[in-house]
């Protein structure tokens, strides 16, 4: 197995218990009453939020109605799934860079043209020289910082790499960065032979943003970076605006081809066909 694929091992951000929290914070629901509707006590109930088990199986689909969300899917998720693994040397010239932010860790992902060494990357981590070492190893030039979201772990080191390339175009969802830096309706940004798009998916961030991959040599599916938009089998907390995310997820990335591979921000690689089939939220 490439050295690639084995980036899609990776844990998933959220095990079940987790799915169960952000569903229970979701929906206002209180954990007695989630307890009793598992068959759990409220000490079980909690270990299986904590911990994603408690020796004991809860009653899924009494949970699922509560929360309005997939029992047999949320099922599934307790018995370990996990999404397949991405080979991504298909599509060639595309990193995955993983870098510490608190107690988790966070991607950002370097695309570029393998002709023109045209580079583009999307969100920013936390560790520059990660990224740096890659520009210049393979002799890439970056022409554009993609944000997904505005969230501390995706930008926090913007100002090092703008530090670095002066020249570099920033585009985001932000009203509140200048008007040049934002994302223009239906603008397609071309990298080489490589075309940018981006779609609105707010909710679990005010400006969140998924930008679209394709044109890829030897007709690789499309990429699609979200952000913290969807997890492989959860997707990022939205509190109040949870009607709005799931809205979002469903219209501007579940829409696209099966095949399309989803690179989120935390958590391993998935498809738009993976999530569909087994994410509890959708």
């Not at 909690?46 to 009653?59: F, L, S, V």
């Not at 990224?131 to 995706?154: C, G, N, P």
């Not at 679990?204 to 938009?229: F, K, L, M, R, S």
Request: aromatic fraction near 6%; glycine fraction near 6%; charged fraction near 25%.
């Amino acid at each position: 197995m490439s050295a690639s694929s084995i980036l899609c091992l990776m844990q998933l951000e959220d095990h079940v218990g987790d799915v169960l929290a952000k569903a229970r914070s979701f929906t206002g629901t209180a954990p007695d009453v989630l307890a009793q509707a598992a068959g759990l006590t409220l000490a079980e109930y909690a270990q299986i939020e904590d911990a994603g088990q408690c020796g004991k199986t809860p009653n899924y689909l009494a949970l699922a109605k509560i929360l309005s969300v997939d029992a047999a899917k949320l099922e599934t998720l307790a018995k370990g799934w996990l999404p397949q693994p991405t080979d991504t040397s298909t599509w060639r010239e595309i990193r995955q860079i993983t870098s510490p932010a608190r107690s988790m860790k966070v991607h950002c992902y370097l695309i570029w043209d393998e002709v023109t060494r045209d580079a583009a990357l999307f969100d920013t981590g936390t560790d520059a020289d990660a990224i740096f070492k890659i520009l210049d190893e393979e002799q890439l030039i970056l022409r554009y910082i993609f944000i997904t979201h505005s969230h501390w772990d995706h930008v926090e080191v913007l100002g090092t790499l703008r530090e670095k390339y002066p020249l570099v175009r920033i585009r985001s969802g932000s009203k509140k960065v200048p008007v040049e830096q934002r994302n223009k309706p239906n603008e397609c940004v071309q990298l080489g032979s490589l075309r940018i798009s981006h779609r609105e998916t707010p909710g679990h961030c005010e400006d969140g943003v998924t930008y679209i991959v394709g044109n890829w040599p030897e007709d690789a599916p499309h990429v699609a970076i979200v952000g913290d938009a969807i997890f492989a089998g959860s997707m990022g907390g939205a509190r109040e605006l949870l009607a709005l995310a799931r809205e979002k997820v469903r219209e501007q990335i579940l829409t696209l081809p099966a095949d399309t591979l989803i690179c989120p921000g935390h958590g391993p690689l998935t498809t738009v066909a993976q999530e569909k089939s087994h994410n509890p939220f959708f």
